[in-house]
């Protein structure tokens, strides 16, 4: 097990959860109350994807989330480049902004 200082909070990390799992698809919906997010991985071959996690987040929360995303996304982009997607690709409704 181990503990990470995030913030002032201890954060407690296990074995197994540190591992992780492996998402090429993210669902999302909500209610008035929360947003729902829902992971999982389509592998060719297979006739389904399965759901490996589910995150229940309070709409300001789940706007934090997004902010956090964007912040982690622009120092990813200012130090590696630019991460490009592909228009077949991109998720309905999804115009990326050229620079």
Known sequence: MSEVKQHGIDVELDAEVA?????????????????I???????????KAKVKSRIILTPEHAKRLLMSLQDN??????????IEI??????????????
């Not at 999982?40 to 297979?46: F, N």
């Not at 996304?73 to 630019?82: D, F, K, L, P």
């Not at 228009?87 to 902004?97: C, L, Y």
Request: aromatic share 10%; no cysteine; hydrophobic share 35%.
């Open 37 to 47: 997010l829902d992971f999982a991985a389509i592998l060719p071959g297979l006739p």
């Open 86 to 99: 592909p228009q077949h690709q991109a998720p309905v409704g999804f115009t990326q902004k050229l620079n």
């Open 19 to 35: 591992q992780g799992h492996y998402s090429n698809l993210a669902i999302i919906s909500h209610s008035t109350s929360e947003f």
């Open 73 to 82: 996304i622009a120092r990813y982009e200012t130090n590696v480049g630019r």
